[in-house]
């Protein structure tokens, strides 16, 4: 089972920044898909970014598009969800999570069930 801690939420403007870290340990191989979900009071958790752990392959929600960025450090075994032009909208608490899967995390990575390794969240508040 891998364990993931998150931490660099916080409060910001908007069009502020923010550099979310995900640190895991567990990792068996590389064939994981690590994804970042976030949650808004009231709304269902959705996903916004993901990696491939073996090929650093990236994908995003259509609504982050050209303002957030994912990467990895594979050494540290770390993934980061840089956020520009942050948007009150983007208010909510981010999680990470992790699943096993070969050949990238494919078109339903955004699927929060796939999921079975969950952080306990970082909160991100952006006011206007």
């Known amino acids: 089972q891998v364990q993931l801690v998150e931490s660099g939420g916080g409060s910001v403007q908007a069009g502020g920044s923010l550099r979310l870290s995900c640190a895991a340990s567990g990792y068996d191989h590389s064939s994981y898909c690590i994804t970042w979900f976030r949650q808004a009071p009231g709304k269902e958790r959705e996903g916004v970014a993901a990696i491939y752990r073996a090929s650093s392959s990236a994908y995003y929600a259509d609504s982050v598009k050209g303002r957030f960025t994912i990467s990895q450090d594979t050494a540290k075994n770390t993934a980061y969800l840089q956020m520009n032009n942050l948007k009150p909208e983007d208010t909510g608490m981010y999680y990470c999570?992790?699943?096993?899967?070969?050949?990238?995390?494919?078109?339903?990575?955004?699927?929060?069930?796939?999921?079975?390794?969950w952080g306990q969240g970082t909160q991100v508040t952006v006011s206007s």
């Open positions: 999570a992790a699943t096993q899967w070969n050949g990238g995390c494919g078109g339903d990575w955004a699927e929060r069930l796939r999921y079975g390794s």
